[in-house]
């Protein structure tokens, strides 16, 4: 008995995959005008882009104006940057 054939798909381009993922996730993300670093309109939307571009590692989220990043360092640098920034506004 012969195999089925499939029915042929055509490979997608050079990246044509992740630029799909990225669609369906609200992408592109935005250049934050504070920092210049890719944002997110949203915690949610960070989330779900850190699980399809870093899966299985622990991400960050925070807030930069209106904006979210995602970072991949621990709580205790966190907070020592969060302290400067502080002093940093303080001072302004």
């Known amino acids: 008995m012969p195999k089925r054939s499939r029915s042929a798909k055509p490979k ?7 630029a799909r993922s990225a669609q369906s ?8 005008p504070a920092c210049s670093k890719k944002g997110y309109a949203s915690r949610q939307a960070a989330k779900q ?32 940057y969060r302290e400067w920034q502080a002093v940093q506004e303080e001072d302004s």
Request: charged share 15%; net charge positive.
């Open 12 to 18: 997608p381009a050079a990246g044509e995959n992740k």
């Open 25 to 32: 996730i609200g992408w592109p993300a935005v250049t934050c």
């Open 49 to 80: 882009a850190a699980v399809r571009i870093y899966p299985g590692k622990t991400m960050r989220f925070y807030q930069c104006g209106t904006l979210w990043h995602m970072t991949s360092v621990d709580s205790g640098t966190t907070a020592q």
